[in-house]
C-alpha cells in the first residue's frame, strides 16, 4: 500500500503455501483479498510476491495467464512493486531447512530464475515505481560454494537487469539479503562481500544502482547488531537498500525451563538457527537449528540466544522469552528520519504453519491482518503513514 514520503508496504506472500502458479494465483484471489477486505483501507493494496521457479516459468510462458493477471490487479485495485526470489522450489509442507538456499548463485539455474522474476516483475509494475525482487546471500556458508562463480554470476544479473532497465525505463534492483550462516552474515562480511564484488568491476557504476541489499530485521537482530551501525556500514559503502523486511525472533536467556519452552519452536521444515552470546565477552557462538544448540553443554552457559524463526511482528514480551522488535523500530525510527533510506517494506512471518499454538492466529488472514495493524501504527507515530 502507499505509505507517506513515497514509501510502499506489503506483506510477503511466502506465508501462504503455493508452488504452481494456479496455486499462487488462488491463495492472492482468496486470503490477500481477505486480508484486504479486513484491512478496508483507501486505495491500491500493494502485493509482496512469492513465486517459486515453477510458478515463474508457468506464468512466464503463459501470456493469456499474464493478462489475466493483469485483468485481476487492475479490477481488485492491487499492484505489485516486489518479489521474493529467495525460495526458489517448495517452500511449505516438506523439509526445507538448508535446501532453501539451492541452488546458490553458484549454479546458472539461479541466475535464470532471478532475471525470469525481474521480466514479470517489469511487466506489472507500475509506472513511476522501482522494482525490487530480494535474494539468499549468495550460498550457505557450510555448502563451501565458489564465490567466484556467485560473484561472476551476480554480475550476469546486473548486466541484464541493467539492460532490462534501459528498455523499460523503470528502476529495478535486486536485493542480497544476510541471514545467520549465510555465505555473509553480518553487515561488515556483507560489506566485505560488495567490495570484492567492486573489485572485480572497478569502474562499472551499475552495481551501485541495481545491486542492493534487503535489509532483513530479524536476521541481523540475531546477529546482535544495531540498526545505527548496520546503517552506517551501508550508507559509508555505498550500498543500495533495496528493501527492508519488518520482522522479528525470539531472544532469551537459556535457562533450563527456557531451553523447554524453546522446544516448542523446533520444526522439521525450516532452519533455526542460533547465535549465543556469552558474559564478559563480545564472542558468538552459532549454530546450525535449534537442534544442535540444544545438545551442546555449553551454549547453556550463554547469556543470551536469539533464534531465526520468524515470529509475529505484534508479539509482546512473554514470560521467558522477548522478540527483537527493537531492532525493527530502531529501523523505522531511522528511515523516519531520512525516508529515502529505502521505500520498499515488507512484512515477512512465514512461519504460521509451525508456530507454537499459543503465538497463531485462528487463520492466516487474521495473522497477516493483526501484523498490518501493528505495523501500520507504528509507521503513523514515527509519520510514515
Same mark, same amino acid.
Given at each position: 500500500?502507499?505509505?507517506?514520503?513515497?514509501?510502499?508496504?506489503?506483506?510477503?506472500?511466502?506465508?501462504?503455501?503455493?508452488?504452481?502458479?494456479?496455486?499462487?494465483?488462488?491463495?492472492?484471489?482468496?486470503?490477500?483479498?481477505?486480508?484486504?477486505?479486513?484491512?478496508?483501507?483507501?486505495?491500491?493494496?500493494?502485493?509482496?510476491?512469492?513465486?517459486?521457479?515453477?510458478?515463474?516459468?508457468?506464468?512466464?510462458?503463459?501470456?493469456?495467464?499474464?493478462?489475466?493477471?493483469?485483468?485481476?490487479?487492475?479490477?481488485?485495485?492491487?499492484?505489485?512493486?516486489?518479489?521474493?526470489?529467495?525460495?526458489?522450489?517448495?517452500?511449505?509442507?516438506?523439509?526445507?531447512?538448508?535446501?532453501?538456499?539451492?541452488?546458490?548463485?553458484?549454479?546458472?539455474?539461479?541466475?535464470?530464475?532471478?532475471?525470469?522474476?525481474?521480466? &514479470?516483475?517489469?511487466?506489472?509494475?507500475?509506472?513511476?515505481?522501482?522494482?525490487?525482487?530480494?535474494?539468499?546471500?549468495?550460498?550457505?556458508?557450510?555448502?563451501?560454494?565458489?564465490?567466484?562463480?556467485?560473484?561472476?554470476? &551476480?554480475?550476469?544479473?546486473?548486466?541484464?537487469?541493467?539492460?532490462?532497465?534501459?528498455?523499460?525505463?523503470?528502476?529495478?534492483?535486486?536485493?542480497?539479503?544476510?541471514?545467520?550462516?549465510?555465505?555473509?552474515?553480518?553487515?561488515?562480511?556483507?560489506?566485505?562481500?560488495?567490495?570484492?564484488?567492486?573489485?572485480?568491476?572497478?569502474?562499472?557504476?551499475?552495481?551501485?544502482?541495481?545491486?542492493?541489499?534487503?535489509?532483513?530485521?530479524?536476521?541481523?537482530?540475531?546477529?546482535?547488531?544495531?540498526?545505527?551501525?548496520?546503517?552506517?556500514?551501508?550508507?559509508?559503502?555505498?550500498?543500495?537498500?533495496?528493501?527492508?523486511?519488518?520482522?522479528?525472533?525470539?531472544?532469551?536467556?537459556?535457562?533450563?525451563?527456557?531451553?523447554?519452552?524453546?522446544?516448542?519452536?523446533?520444526?522439521?521444515?525450516?532452519?533455526?538457527?542460533?547465535?549465543?552470546?556469552?558474559?564478559?565477552?563480545?564472542?558468538?557462538?552459532?549454530?546450525?537449528?535449534?537442534?544442535?544448540?540444544?545438545?551442546?553443554?555449553?551454549?547453556?552457559?550463554?547469556?543470551?540466544?536469539?533464534?531465526?524463526?520468524?515470529?509475529?511482528?505484534?508479539?509482546?514480551?512473554?514470560?521467558?522469552?522477548?522478540?527483537?522488535?527493537?531492532?525493527?523500530?530502531?529501523?523505522?525510527?531511522?528511515?523516519?528520519?531520512?525516508?529515502?533510506?529505502?521505500?520498499?517494506?515488507?512484512?515477512?512471518?512465514?512461519?504460521?504453519?509451525?508456530?507454537?499454538?499459543?503465538?497463531?492466529?485462528?487463520?492466516?488472514?487474521?495473522?497477516?491482518?493483526?501484523?498490518?495493524?501493528?505495523?501500520?501504527?507504528?509507521?503513523?507515530?514515527?509519520?510514515?503513514?
Amino acid at each position: 500500500m502507499h505509505l507517506r514520503h513515497g514509501l510502499h508496504l506489503a506483506y510477503c506472500t511466502n506465508v501462504l503455501a503455493a508452488e504452481t502458479w494456479p496455486e499462487t494465483f488462488g491463495v492472492l484471489d482468496t486470503t490477500l483479498r481477505a486480508v484486504r477486505d479486513r484491512l478496508a483501507r483507501p486505495g491500491p493494496f500493494a502485493l509482496g510476491l512469492r513465486l517459486s521457479d515453477q510458478a515463474a516459468a508457468e506464468l512466464a510462458a503463459d501470456a493469456t495467464a499474464r493478462a489475466a493477471f493483469r485483468r485481476w490487479l487492475d479490477r481488485e485495485n492491487f499492484y505489485l512493486f516486489t518479489i521474493n526470489g529467495f525460495p526458489f522450489g517448495r517452500f511449505h509442507g516438506t523439509r526445507v531447512k538448508e535446501e532453501v538456499y539451492r541452488p546458490d548463485w553458484s549454479r546458472p539455474e539461479r541466475l535464470t530464475y532471478t532475471v525470469r522474476l525481474f521480466a &514479470l516483475l517489469a511487466e506489472f509494475l507500475p509506472e513511476g515505481l522501482s522494482g525490487s525482487v530480494s535474494t539468499l546471500p549468495g550460498s550457505f556458508k557450510a555448502f563451501g560454494a565458489d564465490e567466484t562463480a556467485i560473484r561472476r554470476n &551476480l554480475w550476469s544479473c546486473i548486466e541484464q537487469i541493467a539492460d532490462l532497465s534501459d528498455r523499460t525505463g523503470k528502476d529495478l534492483h535486486l536485493g542480497v539479503e544476510p541471514e545467520p550462516l549465510g555465505l555473509f552474515e553480518t553487515s561488515t562480511e556483507t560489506v566485505a562481500f560488495f567490495e570484492r564484488m567492486r573489485a572485480d568491476r572497478p569502474s562499472d557504476d551499475r552495481l551501485a544502482r541495481h545491486l542492493g541489499v534487503n535489509y532483513d530485521t530479524c536476521h541481523l537482530a540475531v546477529e546482535f547488531e544495531q540498526p545505527a551501525d548496520v546503517l552506517a556500514r551501508f550508507r559509508q559503502s555505498g550500498i543500495r537498500l533495496s528493501k527492508i523486511h519488518l520482522s522479528a525472533a525470539p531472544a532469551l536467556v537459556p535457562s533450563d525451563a527456557n531451553i523447554g519452552l524453546l522446544r516448542d519452536f523446533h520444526d522439521e521444515v525450516y532452519l533455526h538457527q542460533v547465535v549465543a552470546r556469552f558474559p564478559g565477552s563480545s564472542e558468538l557462538r552459532r549454530f546450525r537449528d535449534l537442534p544442535d544448540a540444544f545438545a551442546d553443554a555449553q551454549a547453556a552457559e550463554a547469556e543470551e540466544w536469539r533464534v531465526h524463526f520468524h515470529i509475529p511482528l505484534q508479539t509482546g514480551p512473554g514470560s521467558w522469552f522477548r522478540p527483537t522488535t527493537d531492532h525493527l523500530l530502531g529501523v523505522l525510527d531511522h528511515l523516519a528520519e531520512d525516508p529515502a533510506l529505502c521505500t520498499h517494506l515488507e512484512m515477512e512471518t512465514y512461519t504460521w504453519a509451525v508456530l507454537p499454538p499459543a503465538l497463531r492466529s485462528a487463520s492466516i488472514a487474521d495473522q497477516i491482518a493483526a501484523e498490518y495493524r501493528w505495523t501500520l501504527e507504528q509507521l503513523a507515530r514515527r509519520g510514515l503513514a
